[in-house]
């Protein structure tokens, strides 16, 4: 489900008993919303969340772990979106990885909280096991279809999936970051950017021989 849909100004929040660790989750994304994930302190986040400033910490250590739980549902989300555009490669490889492009931009303008929380927070890679394997997770599902683009290059030359992944990975998240967004942050645009990204992820896999099916 989508955090826009989930809250809205004027409806009642705060903490219900026993429930304190995923108000205070609704909280973070309700203010990285509004003031992005650096603009808000752990102290607001109680205060929203209708406890003492002392409350949070029966479950988080600071404001950045705090984020880095919502990060984490953030990157569950996106790679099971990711994954099901993928759909094991079908109808072929090279289509496929258009539809996850899709899914990236789509992701990114309708989850603006969780997205700015995953890449834009600031949260070093490794700050907990569950951060890492769920930011793994997403990357994997790109590494996964660009084995399948290079598995019929010749031998000799053939690019690491991998690096591909990361090319693949550069330009979405850019296209996202400047054009794709669901927040005022976004750049004007003569194009959809599906359409940026399409034409961009077209010309660099032609560059390494890989062609669109007939």
């Not at 660790?21 to 609704?26: A, G, Q, S, W, Y």
């Not at 002392?54 to 600071?62: I, L, Q």
């Not at 990361?166 to 330009?171: D, G, P, R, Y």
Request: glycine share 8%; net charge neutral; with cysteine.
């Amino acid at each position: 489900m989508s955090w826009n849909k989930r809250k809205r100004d004027g409806e009642k929040r705060g903490y219900h008993h026993g429930n304190l660790r995923e108000t205070l989750v609704e909280a973070a994304l309700d203010l990285i919303s509004k003031k992005g994930a650096a603009g808000f302190t752990f102290a607001e986040a109680a205060r929203w969340a209708g406890v003492s400033p002392g409350a949070p910490y029966r479950h988080f250590k600071d404001r950045d772990e705090l984020i880095a739980d919502v990060a984490s549902r953030g990157f569950e989300a996106f790679a099971a979106k990711l994954e099901m555009a993928w759909n094991e490669g079908k109808p072929d490889p090279f289509t496929a990885t258009q539809l996850i492009g899709r899914a990236y931009l789509e992701f990114a303008r309708k989850e603006p909280a969780y997205y700015s929380a995953m890449f834009e927070a600031g949260l070093p890679p490794n700050l907990s096991l569950e951060f890492a394997q769920s930011a793994d997770k997403t990357f994997n599902v790109l590494v996964e279809a660009c084995e399948a683009l290079v598995a019929d290059l010749p031998a000799l030359g053939k690019p690491p999936a991998r690096m591909v992944a990361l090319h693949i990975w550069s330009l979405s998240h850019g296209i996202a970051s400047l054009f794709g967004r669901g927040d005022e942050a976004r750049r004007p645009l003569p194009m959809p950017p599906e359409d940026l990204l399409e034409a961009g992820v077209l010309v660099y896999l032609e560059g390494l021989g890989i062609k669109r099916p007939a």
